[in-house]
T-cell receptor, first 113, second 109 residues
Framework: DGGITQSPKYLFRKEGQNVTLSCEQN?????MYWYRQDPGQGLRLIYY???????QKGDIAEGYSVSREKKESFPLTVTSAQKNPTAFYLC????????????FGDGTRLSIL | GQNIDQPTEMTATEGAIVQINCTYQ??????LFWYQQHAGEAPTFLSY??LDGLEEKGRFSSFLSRSKGYSYLLLKELQMKDSASYLC??????????WGAGTKLIIKP
């Protein structure tokens, strides 16, 4: 079955540590997105990529980094510079940026130890 | 600034009808989406409106008025499994999605 796979489902980070969240899709979608979801707030865009080897910052990119070396994969690194990383992280993909809806993975919940 | 408003929480009875409203102020408009999200799970697409009027899809319908910056999601014949958060999102002039905070719908027997 086609879909988006995020791993791990739960992740814990120590102070000063970088962690990487995985996102893989087999939908053959060109565009991929990373969102952060906090209680009582709408989804906020961290980074997005419309094509391999290209990506753009979203509204809250500080403290995060991404890569898009393959069409299927769009990993997100939460760096130690992100001072409030505890959140639910959602990865999404779509056929193209201008052609939606977006399809979402099941999310990764990141917590600080 | 860009803003999307939805009620935080609503309660309804199994078998009844509920309407969830969404008002928006965005820089441009290129469509409005409704998603359903069960707790701890991925949002799933429900409906899309780009022209004024009502779109019906089974028990769910969505309405749009672009002149009023207003949409609603109508859920009929409510079932317990409809207990979830409902997210309204607007695609702006840059084709980015602006998301509301979501409406938590509680269904009571």
């Amino acid at each position: 079955d086609g879909g988006i796979t995020q791993s791990p489902k739960y992740l814990f980070r120590k102070e000063g540590q970088n962690v990487t969240l995985s996102c893989e899709q087999n939908l053959n979608h060109d565009a991929m997105y990373w969102y952060r979801q906090d209680p009582g707030q709408g989804l906020r865009l961290i980074y997005y990529s419309q094509i391999v080897n290209d990506f753009q910052k979203g509204d809250i990119a500080e403290g995060y980094s991404v890569s898009r070396e393959k069409k299927e994969s769009f990993p997100l690194t939460v760096t130690s510079a992100q001072k409030n990383p505890t959140a639910f992280y959602l990865c999404a993909s779509s056929i193209g940026q201008e052609v939606q809806p977006q399809h979402f993975g099941d999310g990764t919940r990141l917590s600080i130890l | 600034g860009q803003n999307i408003d939805q009620p935080t929480e609503m309660t309804a009875t199994e078998g009844a009808i509920v309407q969830i409203n969404c008002t928006y102020q965005t820089s441009g408009f290129n469509g409005l989406f409704w998603y359903q999200q069960h707790a701890g799970e991925a949002p799933t697409f429900l409906s899309y409106n780009v022209l004024d009027g009502l779109e019906e899809k089974g028990r769910f319908s969505s309405f749009l008025s672009r002149s009023k910056g207003y949409s609603y999601l109508l859920l009929k014949e409510l079932q317990m499994k409809d207990s979830a958060s409902y997210l309204c999102a607007v695609r702006d002039s840059n084709y980015q999605l602006i998301w509301g905070a979501g409406t938590k719908l509680i269904i009571k027997p």
